[in-house]
């Protein structure tokens, strides 16, 4: 066994000298902390291609004109209790969710019509008993309509109770009215693809086809999730505990679980298109995928505090806001920049995680290429030695999976490892379990 892992560490050696020796990589972060002040940032969007707010749980709200290059307080207002979420509408239409605390026992949605100069507490969002409302998400479809969710949760008489509840607003935040209150169920997150078509989460998610005025269970998964995604053609997503990812491609009726490299929750998820999205959460765990959420890779964002909220511009310019003042933003859709001999590259090679990983006896290992090039890409044991080699051959740029069978391999740990050109090489492990 010292011998084995002797040898593993032999090999892992070799990889780096490789590496150093050729001159090939030497990596900068595609996600570059802003770093701004030091209090913790719950939410971000833009209302346009230019123009983006970033809300802060002591009440200050961070605006950008020039997507996302700087950024200046544009509001610093005291709630009296701490800003759960936020969402900007327009450039006069600000709402966020205060959260539940002595001596507010139930959370609220206060609203600004005037830039935030004044601030006014939505009406109507009680708790039916003795107890409090803690209010989660929120979503706005234009100017005047919008969604929050969460739970009623206290006590009528003896009892005690739990509802998950969404209610809505026509008047642009003054007056809110229930649209749904379910029993023992706890709502996190709210979306909606159009006016009539809306989605709201938790373990169970529900579905509304008639702007709000009922809402039917379509799908379960038995965990709990933070977020969840408009539809692109009946395709959608959510996230939650664990680094857990689920889709589902009929409209919310069914859901499919997927494993990604991250360990940590993931609190916020977004698709910038029908194959490209990005999910962030606890420890600065930002991962990405480019196959519609099949396969997902874990990117380096240079932070460990908690990330709350991420968004994309476009494919290439996002930005992930967190706790301690922590504020990220690619122009690379988060890749890395490489030092090759003479020029500064863009590389845009990834190698994502098998899948299923534990497996047996097949896997799926995934890779993408930016640009056509002499593609190897090999299996190894822990020993080092090679045992079988998957490609050896020039590819065209674009999204490639193998399907691996390791039925002659006996049970353990194993690498697989992709070299593009010689400017581009990363290892991944994956399990066989027999």
């Known amino acids: 066994m010292i011998k084995k892992n002797n040898k593993c560490l032999s090999y892992v050696i070799l990889v ?13 972060s595609g996600w570059i902390n802003q770093s701004i002040g030091t209090r913790n940032y719950v939410a971000i969007n833009f209302i346009n291609e230019t123009t983006g707010f970033i809300f802060g749980t002591d009440g200050t709200i961070l605006r950008s004109t020039d997507k996302g290059n700087n950024w200046n307080v544009f509001i610093n207002y005291n709630f009296g209790n701490p800003v759960k979420t936020g ?25 600004s019509t005037n830039a935030g100069m004044n601030w006014l507490p939505g009406s109507d969002i009680q708790p039916i008993g003795f107890g409090f409302i803690w209010l989660r998400g929120i979503t706005f479809i234009d100017d005047n309509t919008g969604y929050v969710c969460g739970n009623d949760y206290g006590n009528i008489g003896p009892s005690f109770y739990v509802d998950g509840i969404i209610y809505k607003t026509t008047n642009s935040g ?31 998610v529900l579905k509304t086809t008639d702007e709000g005025s009922s809402w039917i ?31 589902s491609v ?59 909220s991420i968004c994309f511009l476009n494919k290439d310019t996002g930005f992930a806001v967190g706790d301690s003042g922590v ?48 593609t190897l890409l090999k299996i190894f044991d822990t020993s080092g030695k090679e045992v079988a080699t998957l490609v050896n051959g020039t590819q065209n740029a674009g999204t490639h999976e193998y399907k691996f069978s390791a039925e002659d391999l006996p049970s353990g740990l194993y690498f697989y490892t992709l070299s593009v050109d010689g400017k581009f090489f990363d290892t991944r492990l994956m399990i066989l379990i027999k």
Not at 226 to 242: L, Q
Not at 268 to 285: L, R
């Open 16 to 28: 780096i000298i490789f590496i150093i020796s050729n001159n090939i990589v030497l990596s900068q």
């Open 87 to 111: 969402i900007a509408v327009n450039e006069n239409l600000f709402c966020v969710i205060i959260g539940p605390s002595v001596p507010l026992f139930f959370g609220t949605v206060y609203t």
């Open 174 to 204: 003054v007056n809110w009215f229930q649209s749904s209150r379910g029993q023992g169920v706890d709502y996190y997150d709210i979306c909606f693809n159009n006016i009539q078509t809306g989605y709201c989460a938790w373990s169970s």
């Open 217 to 247: 269970y379509y799908g379960e998964v038995n965990a709990v999730t933070f977020s969840i995604t408009p539809s692109f053609n009946d395709t959608m997503y959510m996230c939650g505990d664990s680094g857990k990812v689920y889709r």
């Open 250 to 308: 009929n409209g919310a009726a069914d859901w499919v679980k997927y494993y990604t490299p991250a360990d940590d929750t993931l609190k916020k998820i977004f698709f910038v298109n029908s194959k490209t999205g990005y999910a962030a959460g606890d420890g600065g765990t930002i991962i990405k995928t480019t196959n519609a959420g099949v396969n997902w890779s874990l990117q380096t964002s240079n932070t460990t505090r908690k990330l709350n």
């Open 327 to 374: 504020v990220l933003r690619t122009t690379t859709g988060g890749l890395t920049y490489i030092h090759g001999n003479t020029n500064l590259e863009l590389v845009f090679f990834t190698l994502y995680q098998n899948y299923p990983n534990p497996f047996n006896p097949e896997t799926i290992i995934s890779y993408q290429l930016a640009v056509r090039g002499f």
